[in-house]
């Protein structure tokens, strides 16, 4: 299944993940263009019901025309709050699939990509004020190197962070080309693009507040899930995976087990199987496929 907006990344395996339930209630909470929501509606029956929820407004371009499909305008932070709007007290199964679309990356307009230039936004919802810009142009120059080393993961984020607010004592950097000239001669050439996906990857999980809402998602999915009900996540870089691996083993963020006073291990959900990750032939048709690790967990 193709979309022009994105192609579903890891779709059997997502499916199958879901174990899903033909007059279950479930939710996706990244629609996107609609791929995985579009595969998830073929396995309901008439009492079946899909949520997508998704913050970026040209998501809205892709809904489907379908009496058991709603589609909630919002960032999935908010999850219960809209699902209980929508009267709707437990799920069977929640997809999350927390990569950057195809269509967000291939919009220049919208500066996620470091193939073409850009204003440098990096917003998934173009509706809140915290752009990139701002992050390059206004944030000191410590801050800007926490979040290099914190989200990038860059040893020299020291050197980074110093040369742009050298540049910018000069003049504003304005596009993403403006970024990777000052950044390039830092970086060896034959690293060029994996430092550069990494820089890129530093700024928008800080405009976005990625791991945060990340963890106030599995926080309230755990809660939303009716017994038995399946949690499905895509990541694709380690920051996300660690904070979905150390949830599903262990319920906490740190990777402590918690115990309750007569020591016993409190596990709200168990792992199902192990990562999976995409096939070489997945690889070749969709390349940004690459990176995604998917694992699940069910309620218990």
């Given at each position: 299944m193709r979309t022009k907006y994105h192609n579903p990344v890891l779709l059997k395996a997502t499916l199958d993940g879901l174990n899903i339930s033909p007059n279950g209630v479930y939710v996706d909470v990244t629609?996107?263009?609609?791929?995985?929501?579009?595969?998830?509606?073929?396995?309901?029956n008439e009492e079946g019901r899909l949520l997508g929820f998704d913050q970026d407004l040209d998501a809205s371009d892709n809904l489907i025309d379908d009496p058991r499909f709603e589609f909630i305008a919002s960032n999935f932070s908010y999850l219960s709050q809209?699902?209980?709007?929508?009267?709707?007290?437990?799920?069977?199964?929640?997809l999350a699939d927390f990569g950057v679309s195809s269509h967000q990356f291939d919009?220049?307009?919208?500066?996620?990509?470091?193939?073409?230039?850009?204003?440098?936004?990096?917003?998934?919802?173009?509706?809140?004020?915290?752009?990139?810009?701002?992050?390059?142009?206004?944030y000191t120059e410590s801050d800007l190197m926490r979040i290099f080393f914190q989200y990038g993961e860059l040893?020299?984020?020291?050197?980074?962070?110093?040369?742009?607010?050298?540049?910018?004592?000069?003049?504003?950097?304005?596009?993403?080309?403006?970024?990777?000239?000052?950044?390039?001669?830092?970086?060896?050439?034959?690293f060029e693009?994996?430092?550069?996906?990494?820089?890129?990857?530093?700024?928008?999980?800080?405009?976005?507040?990625?791991?945060?809402?990340?963890?106030l998602f599995?926080?309230?999915?755990?809660?939303?899930?009716?017994?038995?009900?399946?949690?499905?996540?895509?990541?694709?870089?380690?920051?996300?995976?660690?904070?979905?691996k150390r949830y599903f083993q262990?319920?906490?963020?740190?990777?402590?087990?918690?115990?309750?006073f007569y020591g016993n291990p409190i596990k709200p959900l168990k792992k199902i199987g192990k990562l999976i990750i995409p096939s070489a032939q997945e690889i070749n048709e969709n390349r940004r496929a690459r990176s995604a690790k998917l694992r699940i967990a069910e309620k218990i």
């Amino acid at each position: 299944m193709r979309t022009k907006y994105h192609n579903p990344v890891l779709l059997k395996a997502t499916l199958d993940g879901l174990n899903i339930s033909p007059n279950g209630v479930y939710v996706d909470v990244t629609f996107g263009g609609g791929g995985h929501s579009r595969a998830i509606l073929k396995q309901l029956n008439e009492e079946g019901r899909l949520l997508g929820f998704d913050q970026d407004l040209d998501a809205s371009d892709n809904l489907i025309d379908d009496p058991r499909f709603e589609f909630i305008a919002s960032n999935f932070s908010y999850l219960s709050q809209y699902l209980k709007y929508h009267h709707v007290d437990g799920v069977m199964g929640i997809l999350a699939d927390f990569g950057v679309s195809s269509h967000q990356f291939d919009t220049q307009e919208r500066g996620f990509s470091i193939r073409a230039e850009g204003r440098l936004d990096m917003r998934m919802n173009q509706s809140q004020d915290l752009n990139a810009h701002y992050v390059i142009n206004k944030y000191t120059e410590s801050d800007l190197m926490r979040i290099f080393f914190q989200y990038g993961e860059l040893k020299n984020s020291k050197a980074i962070a110093r040369a742009i607010v050298s540049k910018r004592d000069k003049s504003d950097i304005n596009t993403t080309l403006d970024l990777i000239n000052i950044v390039n001669p830092l970086i060896p050439k034959k690293f060029e693009k994996k430092i550069l996906a990494q820089l890129f990857q530093a700024i928008r999980i800080e405009v976005n507040d990625e791991l945060e809402i990340i963890k106030l998602f599995l926080k309230q999915a755990k809660e939303i899930l009716l017994p038995g009900g399946r949690l499905v996540c895509i990541s694709y870089h380690s920051l996300e995976d660690r904070l979905v691996k150390r949830y599903f083993q262990t319920g906490s963020f740190e990777g402590e087990l918690k115990k309750d006073f007569y020591g016993n291990p409190i596990k709200p959900l168990k792992k199902i199987g192990k990562l999976i990750i995409p096939s070489a032939q997945e690889i070749n048709e969709n390349r940004r496929a690459r990176s995604a690790k998917l694992r699940i967990a069910e309620k218990i």
